[in-house]
Nanobody, 127 residues
Framework: QVQLVESGGGLVQPGGSLKLSCATTEFTLEYYSVGWFRQAPGKEREGVSCISRSGDTMSYYADSVKGRFSISRDNADNTVYLQMTGLESEDTGVYYC???????????????????WGQGTQVTVSS
């Protein structure tokens, strides 16, 4: 079972920042599109951000996180990051990363497009 491993979640006050990491030892992430999704209690999983494979790179952000979240890659570490700033209580949830074989300049915004998933990391924004 291919696994991605998320880390970096935690409890943070409103306005604070967290940096989530998504890594794997199973394959080379730079050839894969990677998406971040989140699920709040009682709500459906929603797409937060995604990044295309390395090369002709593009990224996508949900309207709710534009200007506050930033997705990036470190190919040397085989890791994709989600830098989250200006966190709000509405950002609370379990954050998952997912990967699928990538094509240049495209990443999928929908969970059904991804084959490989992590177990999730909890992000709680509360005072």
């Amino acid at each position: 079972q291919v696994q991605l491993v998320e880390s970096g979640g935690g409890l943070v006050q409103p306005g604070g920042s967290l940096k989530l990491s998504c890594a794997t030892t199973e394959f080379t992430l730079e050839y894969y599109s990677v998406g971040w999704f989140r699920q709040a209690p009682g709500k459906e999983r929603e797409g937060v951000s995604c990044i295309s494979r390395s090369g002709d790179t593009m990224s996508y952000y949900a309207d709710s996180v534009k200007g506050r979240f930033s997705i990036s890659r470190d190919n040397a570490d085989n890791t994709v990051y989600l830098q989250m700033t200006g966190l709000e209580s509405e950002d609370t949830g379990v954050y998952y990363c997912a990967a699928t074989w990538g094509v240049p300049n495209y990443c999928a915004q929908y969970a059904a497009s991804y084959e490989f998933w992590g177990q999730g990391t909890q992000v709680t924004v509360s005072s």
